[in-house]
Each structure stands twice: as structure tokens, then as C-alpha cells.
């Protein structure tokens, strides 16, 4: 029912920032919960951050707090994620997704990709020491 696409991903050097962004196509972007997670190379999928449809809070992995930041813009059916002060560490497949989940008052289940039920195709993000 939901369709999305990543972008912005490319070879950065550490320190660096970049911008990552999810299109989402549907006339009901604005009740879902958006997530990011990554991949890196023979790792599993891990959380990166998330943000709610109705009070609009945030949540982040403790890896990439205070240097990434999650953000929707309803009218447009984009979400993004800036990625400032990159590691080497951060290199990875950045994959979009969204849910129609209630998240609980924890924070928890927005870290869990199961709960998610639409995915992006992903976007590369690289980067250098």
C-alpha cells in the first residue's frame, strides 16, 4: 500500500555530513510511523531512529544520538535523515521503512524492524577514514 524510495546516499569522509531522504508515495503519510535502520556488510540489520505521526518525537540508536536527526515533512511525504560528524562505522545500507503501529510510551517497539511493514530498496552510504 506504501510505497518507498531512498536517496542520497554516496562516498563521504569522516567528519563529513549527509542527507538522506525517503519518499513515500499514499495519501496517508502522515499516520505512519517512519523508521531508519542500516546494514553493514555481514552484520544484521540494527535501528537507527524514528519518529512518530502524532506527537512527532524522535527516538535514535545510542551509536548515532547527537549526531543524526530524524525529520517528515507530511506535505511533501518525505522523511529524512541527517547524518553530521560521519565514522567510518557508519557505512552501511540506510533503508527507510514505515509502520501503522501504536508506538508503547517506552520508545521500544519503533527499534524493532518486525513491527515495520513497508521497506525502501535501501541507498549506500560509504565512509572513508
Known amino acids: 500500500q506504501v510505497q518507498l524510495v531512498e536517496s542520497g546516499g554516496g562516498l563521504v569522509q569522516a567528519g563529513d555530513s549527509l542527507r538522506v531522504s525517503c519518499a513515500a508515495s499514499g495519501r496517508t503519510f502522515s499516520e505512519y510511523v517512519m523508521g531508519w535502520f542500516r546494514q553493514a556488510a555481514g552484520k544484521e540489520r540494527e535501528f537507527v531512529g524514528a519518529i512518530t505521526s502524532s506527537r512527532v518525537r524522535t527516538y535514535y540508536a545510542d551509536s548515532v544520538k547527537g549526531r543524526f536527526t530524524i525529520s517528515r515533512d507530511n506535505g511533501k511525504n518525505m522523511v529524512y535523515l541527517q547524518m553530521n560528524s560521519l565514522k567510518p562505522e557508519d557505512t552501511a545500507v540506510y533503508y527507510c521503512?514505515?509502520?501503522?503501529?501504536?508506538?508503547?510510551?517506552?520508545?521500544?517497539?519503533?527499534?524493532?524492524?518486525?513491527?515495520?511493514?513497508?521497506w525502501g530498496q535501501g541507498t549506500q552510504v560509504t565512509v572513508s577514514s
Open positions: 521503512a514505515a509502520g501503522s503501529f501504536v508506538p508503547d510510551i517506552t520508545g521500544m517497539t519503533v527499534r524493532i524492524a518486525a513491527v515495520y511493514g513497508y
